[in-house]
């Protein structure tokens, strides 16, 4: 347990007068200065969601105590994290390196707020690239057979290092339902598409099929609905006749490690909210 | 018949080698010179596309004459227009105003060379609009019992006019398998929707459930097989979750006028050529 | 003065802690939920920005009152108006119609909330442009010896009318820096390029000279300080060697009106708020 | 000299009738097959280009030859390669990592066609990830003092290595007229800003204190005339008012390798030819 100077607190609740009145009175009762903050109501679902960065010189526990009185008054989720703390995180690979290889480079560059704590692959083939950014890497194989063990071996690791979250950069594996719930809201899937889309295999030929003119991809947390789960982030790029399936693949790479590190870097940032199947990103 | 400098020639047939050489070769025999020139080759369907816009003070019929027997001797599918020609379109509407209002500015405003001989809608909605423009308006209603009745004065009327290009500007109808075969190739819908995406009723409200990131939509030659026409162009823009229903159905039209825009003028451009179910588009 | 139950807060101030409790508690006593809020501190100019949208019930001379002592307390520039309320603007134009005409349209299609009340066009091209519309056309010429008068008109016009904003769309003419200070904050020029950037005239043709892959535009405040004025939005649209002067100009086109659209929209829901020579903008 | 069946031919000269027919009665002759191809008249220079894929089972020697032939008859530049070959590239570096571990990621995930033989930094910073990627680093310091043998050096690596490109992927470094020259037309260097835009340095503080909407980046020819050499590619992103400076050079910095990447690819390519101080780029 920390005491630090700069903070950042998220919360939903249901929606009612006074909210935002009673969390900045907790502050203000701390010496807090809101620095940044956000706040949305969604009227489809009556829930109020808020993030709110602040400093105050208070120490935690006293500030966790306070929140923990607002929060049964409100029957609140709320969460109260240092600001700029880097989460921990575990990345799950297949044999492509093009999302891997980005948080990396993103992490030791400093613009991405994690600690990459291992990097998981069911294939070996990128261990050479994790260790080079000296990161720990696990060769988990994963066959029809040896699934669940594999499943309870990656939990282990998830437990023992600590990690709050779990990045599929294109693994490739789809988590049993088990698992896509005991990581509900702390597991992050690249899809390899613009959803809702193609679905099923080769989805970039299916693409050059169909002739389309942008290719998309959408970063989204995982849930045991396979590609049904909330969305945190999509992007596109432009293509066009010349495009073959596999300078549509390359393009796709590009657009894929791209709204990866957003969601990721919104999630570690505390900017991601569940609001249903919806996500609420304060951006 | 026009005798004219400015031609653009476009055309397709089986690849093989020799097609650009005897192409230019014509234009050569005519004293041609060639302003702006693309080919491309579909390796997955072995057809070859070409499409060339050339200066040349040679009759029409000299040109024709020439390209008929080129065409003979390659099986060529091939066109010659004047450059610049504005082509003439009809536009169907319903009651949204956001395409054909685009449509109709555009068309004045000498950016888009078509020249919109008639609006025709299936709600009186729109005659003030389009007489603004100076545009006959025709009021065609719709309903289940009248509905071949509708498509037959439709076909009269695009017979009537001359019409070369039929535009469903937010028109909300379904083409009959008929009537989109009649107009196969030069009527373009635009669809409010990022296909292959959500399909069916309230797209809006159906990408509002679904928390989408980006709202997209596509413009595509009409075929009896709905919303899956060529793809032509599409277009997305960012949204996020403070937008409603109504907000994403506005940004929706942006997109939808934007992408239905460049289609329109690509096509009267003849800058696209039919690849099976997909386009070459010759920007 | 008009009692609503839906209202839009928007206020600048010092920043030091406490300001969003206090806000908040405001609302709290007149019985207010909050329903969108935004804040920002900039650490540069040690301001403190908050737009707040909330539905109360209280009469509109009690929220007035109860605000009035609030931004004594905190040093603060504050502004409270009906959600929703369509802000009453003045376009000003030359021959151009692009921005006009896409004004226009907005309002009509409810996707823009201010109501035009008069355009103004130093050349009478755009009166029936305008008058279809149903908007007061006023004809104000403009030379170099007749300029103060036009300039007096003008503002005249903007008192007569209780105009709120002016929108100078393509309107082409310097504004005098008296007349730039009597309009501040409530003057929006578009900007025919992608500031700071190409200055001076015939923007287009040095983009073309140039050979730029993007074309911009620019909406900002009207200052004195000639196409410096605090920056509201930027766009862009790629282009390639093929774009001609009059192409770029057309594409360019484009980009002005979606990025005033933007601006003026912006602006008319109190989302812009001026620190420096910056703009917060609360989307 | 390699013989292959496929071939990338591009070229430019004085724009005159019969240049396509000439071009293709060449592959004609030797059996060549058109697989894309592009041409563009630049009506302002007077200047026509071309750049041509065929597949081809004539040796090497006899297509150059009757190229040869061609390019005297029309006073061309014309430049004959193996398609896909990868071109041999030199990095220049200082301490910023983000452009050239794209470069070096991209090298190795095959899509981008070049060959880095080596990495040259006035700082040894980077020495680590040059050699993971298996790349010789070279450190060569620069001083005010040590500038001309430093670019000597540089020179003579660039002859030693076959150097067919060198890319300033942030190099921080003005090179000098006589290098420029020495370099005219293989050198390329990403500019970090959206030219013509904040010159000079610390242009994110610029971008922050202007409050610009948007951030770029271009990636152009190095000419003795800094930061004015022929633009390839520029691209952009979207910012707002919570964007630091430091927040503005991370984003900055996606943008960079992003163009940079893009223009390597293209030049490497042969689809990117000078016309004046302009670029054609065929992509």
Not at 121 to 139: I, Q, S, V
Request: hydrophobic share 40%.
């Amino acid at each position: 347990m920390t005491d630090a100077s700069s903070w950042v607190l998220s919360l939903s609740c249901p929606d009612r007068p006074g909210i935002v009145h009673a969390v900045s009175g907790v502050l203000a009762d701390h010496d807090g200065n809101i620095t940044e903050s956000q706040q949305f109501g969604d009227p489809d679902t009556g829930l109020f969601f808020m993030r709110v960065e602040f400093a105050s010189a208070a120490p935690r526990a006293e500030l966790e105590a306070a929140l923990g009185q607002l929060g049964e008054r409100f029957e609140m989720t709320w969460r109260l994290d240092v600001a700029g703390r880097r989460m921990r995180t575990i990345v799950m690979v297949s044999k492509a390196a093009h999302c891997v290889n980005d948080l990396l480079f993103r992490e030791r560059a400093k613009t991405l707020p994690v600690e990459i704590v291992a990097v998981v692959g069911n294939h070996p083939t990128l261990r050479d690239l994790a260790e080079f950014y000296g990161k720990p890497f696990h060769h988990i194989p994963v066959t029809p057979d040896t699934k669940p063990d594999a499943e309870r071996a990656l939990l282990a690791l998830v437990e023992d290092m600590d990690a709050e979250l779990v990045v599929l950069a294109r693994y490739m594996q789809i988590l049993s339902p088990e698992l896509s719930d005991a990581l509900r809201g702390r597991a992050i899937n690249i899809h390899h598409s613009f959803l809702p889309s193609f679905k099923g295999a080769r989805p970039y030929f299916q693409a050059h099929d169909r002739g389309v003119k942008l290719i998309g991809a959408t970063a989204h947390y995982v849930t045991g609905d396979l590609d049904e789960g909330p969305i945190i982030e999509q992007d596109v790029e432009r293509v066009d006749h010349t495009y073959t399936p596999e300078s549509l693949t390359a393009i796709g790479a590009d657009v894929e490690r791209r709204a990866l590190a957003r969601a990721v870097r919104w999630h570690a940032e505390h900017r991601v909210l569940l609001d249903g199947h919806r996500t609420i990103v304060f951006k």
